[in-house]
């Protein structure tokens, strides 16, 4: 059974920063793609950040590039969002997604949901 575990949100000030975890089990991160999105009351979930590591590529959303960083730990099979600069426009709830083998480029890629984890960005 694969399950993912999001950890790390909370409430910060503009300009602050804040790294969100997601521990996988019962799937190989570095052999999977892995993404963050984020969703606010009453809108789409929004793709943040994907990445295919089997293959080594990253994408992000244009509202988040060159704040924010996917990136996994191989010994504790988590994945891991740097998110830098944060903006009120940021506040939403992040879930980390998974699929075993293909690429992720929509919420229609995904196979395996986290339960979400609310970030707050104070002005």
């Known amino acids: 059974q694969v399950q993912l575990v999001e950890s790390g949100g909370g409430t910060v000030q503009a300009g602050g920063s804040l790294k969100l975890s997601c521990l996988v089990s019962g799937l190989t991160l570095r052999m999977s793609s892995m993404a963050w999105f984020r969703q606010a009351p009453g809108k789409e979930r929004e793709l943040v950040a994907s990445?295919?590591?089997?293959?080594?590529?990253?994408a992000y959303g244009d509202s988040v590039k060159s704040r924010f960083l996917i990136f996994r730990e191989n010994e504790k099979n988590t994945g891991w969002l740097q998110m830098n600069n944060l903006n009120p426009e940021d506040t939403d709830v992040y879930y980390c997604a998974a699929h075993p083998t293909r690429e992720i480029r929509s919420r229609e890629d995904i196979q395996f949901w986290g339960q979400g984890t609310q970030v707050t960005v104070s002005s």
């Open positions: 990445s295919r590591w089997l293959v080594g590529t990253t």
